[in-house]
């Protein structure tokens, strides 16, 4: 992805404990020599999940981040906000702040056609714990949206457990992972996930997670249309795509279920397989048109 020398938004918030020139050295972040990966190989690859896929990995449930009913439990976190490091200091942090820009301007975009205004998301960088308003942010939850302060948070390690972990590696997994979040953001907005709260309450178990496989798959949508966006900002670069897609694949519930189950049960799937995922965000991606995302009529 092309993004260098580009615009950052200002709606970061920058929370994590070392950083710059700090514990991890110069334009490190959350680990020994972490930085923005360019090509994993062969295809590339990689991206989100995109939103609470590791939560789920981790036996948390993302329902209960959409609904933002998350406790609290165990460490303090650091409340303290920082100024995002210089422009050429923190290649990931750099990287973070400029794909968050080109979502704002695609959404600004989007919403004035539709005679809306778009009200951006910040996006919290953190290490390790830290608070929300749906509870604890911990990094092994993986990527989340609150919709109850309207913050997107990550802990930056997590693109490397992307990459090593679920072998999805490459700068624009990374910028999937954002555009998925940021995803629901827009969902947020547009009243998609107050309404998904609300009739949850009358809703089994069962029927609660199908309903969050449909959320969770239009944001994958929305990410494909940021894509899309980012193609004709001429920002995309040969596999770029190809990256997005192999993410898709490796975080699919099924596949996710399988590698660390050793057995996928659909009932419980909260995501989308991994053949959902990849198609949907196509389809965000080949469209460019929000219309395409309805997950929401028909099957999926």
């Known amino acids: 992805m092309k993004w260098q020398g580009r615009k950052r938004s200002s709606n970061i918030e920058d929370r994590r404990v070392a950083r710059g020139g700090g514990m991890f050295g110069p334009g490190r972040v959350s680990g020994p020599g972490m930085r923005i990966p360019t090509r994993g190989g062969g295809m590339g690859i990689g991206a989100i999940v995109v939103i609470l896929i590791i939560g789920m990995a981790f036996g948390i449930n993302p329902l209960a981040l959409l609904e933002g009913t998350i406790s609290p439990t165990g460490g303090t976190g650091s409340q303290t906000s920082r100024e995002l490091p210089a422009e050429g200091e923190d290649e990931l942090a750099d990287f973070v702040a400029v794909v968050v820009q080109e979502t704002e301007d695609l ?141 898709a694949e490796q975080i699919g519930d099924d596949t996710i279920q399988q590698r660390t189950q050793g057995v996928a049960v659909p009932k419980t799937f909260t995501h989308g397989t991994s053949a959902q995922r990849r198609d949907w965000f196509s389809r965000g991606y080949e469209s460019g048109d929000v219309g395409a995302c309805d997950t929401f009529s028909g099957a999926v």
Do not use: K
Not at 126 to 136: E, K, V, Y
Not at 229 to 234: D, F, R, T
């Open 107 to 247: 959404w600004h975009q989007v919403f004035v056609e539709n005679g809306l205004e778009y009200e951006p998301t910040t996006v919290v960088l953190f290490s390790g714990q830290d608070r929300s308003a749906c509870g604890l942010a911990d990094a092994r939850m993986g990527p989340f949206y609150c919709p109850a302060d309207n913050n997107v948070y990550i802990d930056l390690s997590f693109y490397e457990q992307l990459h090593r972990q679920f072998g999805a590696p490459g700068d624009f997994a990374q910028a999937y992972v954002l555009a998925h979040e940021i995803g629901h953001h827009v969902q947020n907005l547009t009243g998609v996930l107050p309404e998904f709260n609300r009739a949850r309450q009358q809703m089994s178990t069962g029927e609660a997670n199908a309903w969050s496989v449909r959320i969770e798959l239009q944001a994958d949508c929305y990410a494909g249309i940021w894509a899309n966006y980012a193609g004709q900002q001429n920002l995309l670069e040969s596999g770029d795509i190809a990256e997005a897609l192999n993410a």
